[in-house]
């Protein structure tokens, strides 16, 4: 069965320092791969989607950044965090090949709840 | 941009009451999805209904759209104090990305 991880589940970084989040996906092939950030009682904000090895969408111009090294891994990060980078960081996945959101539904990560200080 | 609006954006009820949830959006759509969040929890999807369906069922969850009005609700019949969470709608935005509203909180009061 198809399971994705998400580390660590929670972090307290100061303003500033880097941040690396890392998301894999088990069980399955080429799946699309998705970042989103949820500020306290708030929606989802999309960041950052996938296709495919190297292949990154992003959607909100910011100080954060995505990779795909490998396929079923999706990395977040920062060189320096800012304060408006805290929030709730959860990682979705949906089934590759013909799995897309106008078909198919997203799963996700247990998140990980970043507090920049 | 193509967005869910969820309402009431909050809802309490009693155990044993129905909940309903409505969400509007603007564009055309392929789908809408229902989801619901633990709360610091990641989301776990619920309903996909396609744009040429009117009503689905699972359980005591049911899900309507309506194309014409561009809405769609979410009913948890016999509420338990177990439903209590945030529940969102989302459309996919093109072919690569889902939308989220920004949900309703409802509590199940025991």
């Known amino acids: 069965s198809q399971t994705i991880h998400q580390w660590p589940a929670t972090l307290v970084q100061p303003v500033g320092s880097p941040l690396s989040l890392e998301c894999t996906v088990e069980g399955t092939s080429n799946p699309n791969l998705y970042w989103y950030r949820q500020a306290a009682g708030r929606g989802l904000q999309l960041l950052f989607y996938?296709?495919?090895?190297?292949?990154i969408s992003s959607e909100v111009p910011q100080n954060l950044s995505a990779s795909r090294p490998q396929d079923r891994q999706f990395i977040l990060s920062s060189k320096k965090l800012l304060l408006s980078d805290s929030g709730f960081y959860l990682c979705?996945?949906?089934?590759?090949?013909?799995?897309?959101?106008?078909?198919?539904?997203?799963?996700f990560g247990n998140g990980t709840r970043l507090t920049v200080t | 941009s193509q967005q869910g609006e969820e309402d009431p954006q909050a809802l309490s009820i009693q155990e044993g009451e129905n909940a309903t949830m409505n969400c509007s959006y603007k564009?055309?759509?392929?789908?809408l999805q229902w989801y619901r969040q633990n709360s610091g929890r990641g989301l776990v999807h619920l309903i996909l209904?396609?744009?040429?369906?009117r009503e689905k069922h699972s359980g005591r969850l049911r899900v309507t759209l309506d194309t014409s009005k561009k809405s769609s609700s979410l009913l948890i019949t016999a509420s338990r104090a177990a439903d209590t969470a945030s529940y969102f709608c989302?459309?996919?935005?093109?072919?690569?990305?889902?939308?989220f509203g920004q949900g309703t909180r409802l509590t199940i009061n025991p």
């Open positions: 996938s296709v495919g090895i190297g292949q």
């Open positions: 209904i396609r744009s040429n369906e």
């Open positions: 979705a996945w949906i089934g590759g090949f013909q799995g897309a959101p106008n078909n198919s539904p997203l799963h």
């Open positions: 989302a459309i996919a935005q093109g072919a690569q990305k889902l939308v």
């Open positions: 564009t055309s759509i392929n789908n």
